[in-house]
């Protein structure tokens, strides 16, 4: 389906270590890689992935350099069936992943674990008929959520799927019209206290999936979103966008 989240993008420091990583805890396999000269980029998910499911993309650079989080960037969410986020969490634990926030912590909805790198994973609880440790958002931080919706909306056609509101934040949930169940959303933050945000460079970008790159590059330019790099000096392979708070949003043809 056109418009769906196809990978969200994070950079690692040592591939190996994060790739046993995720093939231990996630059960994740490699999907598609990309060697370059200087960098290689390798694309993974569980087994079983549905068509609209998303795909997490390592980006690890040849050169050592180390990357700084950021606040703008907030977590990766996987999914476990109804009922057995404690059973799975304290897998996770047994394993030898660290306790970052368990699930009584959160109030006994979600938990949280990282990754070798700090890169945070939410663990939430969803339809067991999706596939386990699939991925369901990606959340990411924005100034102004009045702007951050209307960007989502106005350019890429998205809806609200869920919303929380408490005393001094709120999170948006956000996927395409008639996306499925199994189709990663955005979820925006937004908090009430008027911070500003650093980006970071550990943390990359969201893919949306396009049926025609150029057709829906041209569509983009029309709603006014910004020209950051067109697919003419992505040698017409992607091309990428940015939204308000500077969040990269690449087009890929599916």
Same mark, same amino acid.
């Given at each position: 389906?056109?418009?769906?989240?196809?990978?969200?993008? /994070?950079? &690692?420091?040592?591939? +190996?270590?994060? !790739? *046993?990583?995720?093939?231990?805890? =996630?059960?994740? %396999?490699?999907?598609?890689?990309?060697?370059?000269?200087?960098?290689?980029?390798?694309?993974?998910?569980?087994?079983?992935?549905?068509?609209?499911?998303?795909?997490?993309?390592?980006?690890?650079?040849?050169?050592?350099?180390?990357?700084?989080?950021?606040?703008?960037?907030?977590? /990766?969410? &996987?999914?476990?069936? +109804?009922?057995? !986020? *404690?059973?799975?969490?304290?897998? =996770?634990?047994? %394993?030898?992943?660290?306790?970052?926030?368990?699930?009584?912590?959160?109030?006994?909805?979600?938990?949280?674990?990282?990754?070798?790198?700090?890169?945070?994973?939410?663990?939430?609880?969803?339809?067991?008929?999706?596939?386990?440790?699939?991925?369901?958002?990606?959340?990411?931080?924005?100034?102004?959520?009045?702007?951050?919706?209307?960007?989502?909306?106005?350019?890429?056609?998205?809806?609200?799927?869920?919303?929380?509101?408490?005393?001094?934040?709120?999170?948006?949930?956000?996927?395409?019209?008639?996306?499925?169940?199994?189709?990663?959303?955005?979820?925006?933050?937004?908090?009430?206290?008027?911070?500003?945000?650093?980006?970071?460079?550990?943390?990359?970008?969201?893919?949306?999936?396009?049926?025609?790159?150029?057709?829906?590059?041209?569509?983009?330019?029309?709603?006014?979103?910004?020209?950051?790099?067109?697919?003419?000096?992505?040698?017409?392979?992607?091309?990428?966008?940015?939204?308000?708070?500077?969040?990269?949003?690449?087009?890929?043809?599916?």
């Amino acid at each position: 389906m056109s418009g769906v989240l196809d990978h969200v993008m /994070i950079r &690692v420091e040592d591939l +190996e270590a994060s !790739l *046993e990583w995720y093939d231990t805890h =996630l059960n994740y %396999e490699e999907k598609g890689r990309w060697e370059a000269d200087t960098f290689t980029n390798v694309f993974l998910g569980p087994e079983g992935m549905h068509d609209e499911g998303a795909k997490l993309e390592l980006t690890y650079n040849h050169d050592d350099r180390t990357y700084e989080m950021g606040d703008a960037w907030g977590h /990766i969410a &996987v999914r476990v069936p +109804e009922g057995e !986020l *404690e059973e799975h969490y304290h897998q =996770l634990l047994d %394993e030898g992943v660290d306790d970052y926030r368990d699930p009584e912590s959160c109030g006994g909805r979600y938990a949280f674990v990282k990754d070798p790198d700090g890169h945070e994973v939410e663990i939430v609880q969803r339809d067991p008929d999706l596939p386990k440790w699939s991925l369901d958002h990606t959340m990411i931080r924005v100034a102004d959520a009045d702007e951050a919706l209307g960007f989502w909306t106005r350019k890429f056609e998205y809806e609200h799927t869920g919303r929380w509101e408490s005393d001094s934040f709120a999170n948006y949930f956000m996927k395409p019209e008639g996306a499925t169940d199994a189709a990663m959303a955005v979820e925006l933050t937004y908090n009430y206290d008027g911070r500003s945000y650093t980006m970071g460079d550990a943390w990359g970008h969201l893919a949306v999936r396009a049926d025609d790159l150029h057709d829906y590059w041209d569509t983009l330019m029309e709603r006014h979103a910004r020209d950051y790099r067109d697919p003419a000096s992505c040698d017409d392979r992607y091309a990428f966008t940015k939204d308000q708070d500077g969040h990269e949003v690449e087009i890929v043809e599916a």
